[in-house]
């Protein structure tokens, strides 16, 4: 069972373009989402997050919309830069302070920027 | 700081071998995680630890997967007897109380 959704699994942009990243899930207990970048070779490593209490975030030239009741978000990424060509995840998870942070992973969504 | 250090980088074996994998997590993070990441596809939940004890280990395959963080710093995860199914990238990953994940670069592992 899939419980985080992403689409598309693969997106191609020119350069100062905006790429838009969907992600959904299932789960109406996960309340914190935050948003992994991965390049070739490396970790994930955190990008940006949001909490269901929010609607949007913002940092820099990422942000993140947030719709609760569909259980669905997105990613923008406006002005692409050929150095943001790498793989998105979008993850969930119910955060309690008790029990770690189990984040659950989309299957990514690869972006490339072309210059 | 130093970050999530992993060893050995990479790792070939034939199936029915053994392998282990090490983790130093980022000092003073009590929490570290384990995650399989099949090529293309998202990083999936093995196993964590709060100091040396199992949080959840419920997708680890106990069969053939062991983990251990016997004085809640550095862990290691055993392959028992690998499969070709077990390719994959292990990643280790550390946070402090729930808040962040930090990960490793994690250890390639090709199963023939």
């Known amino acids: 069972q899939q419980q985080v959704r992403q689409s598309p699994q693969s997106l191609t942009v020119w350069e100062g373009e905006t790429a838009i990243l969907n992600c959904s899930y299932e789960?109406?207990?996960?309340?914190?989402f935050p948003w992994y970048q991965q390049f070739p070779g490396e970790g994930p490593a955190l990008l940006i997050s949001?909490?269901?209490?929010?609607d949007k975030k913002e940092d820099g030239r990422f942000t993140i919309f947030f719709n609760k009741r569909e259980k669905k978000l997105s990613l923008h990424i406006t002005d692409s830069q050929p150095g943001d060509s790498a793989t998105y995840f979008c993850a969930a998870s119910e955060e309690t302070n008790s029990a770690g942070n189990k984040l659950t992973f989309g299957i990514g969504t690869r972006v490339l920027v072309r210059p | 700081e130093a970050g999530v250090t992993q060893s050995p980088r990479y790792a070939v074996l034939q199936e029915g071998q053994a392998v282990s994998f090490w983790c130093d997590p980022i000092?003073?993070?009590?929490?570290l995680y384990w995650y399989q990441q099949p090529r293309d596809q998202g990083p999936q939940l093995l196993v964590y630890?709060?100091?040396?004890?199992?949080?959840?280990n419920s997708q680890l395959p106990s069969d053939r997967f062991s983990a251990v963080r016997p004085k809640g710093t550095n862990s290691t995860l055993k392959i028992q007897s690998a499969k070709q199914g077990d390719t994959a990238t292990y990643l280790c990953?550390?946070?402090?109380?729930?808040?962040?994940?930090?990960f490793g670069s994690g250890t390639r592992l090709t199963v023939l």
């Open positions: 000092s003073g993070h009590d929490t």
């Open positions: 990953a550390s946070s402090f109380n729930a808040e962040t994940l930090y």
């Open positions: 949001i909490r269901s209490v929010s």
């Open positions: 630890f709060r100091d040396e004890a199992v949080i959840d």
């Open positions: 789960d109406s207990t996960f309340n914190y």
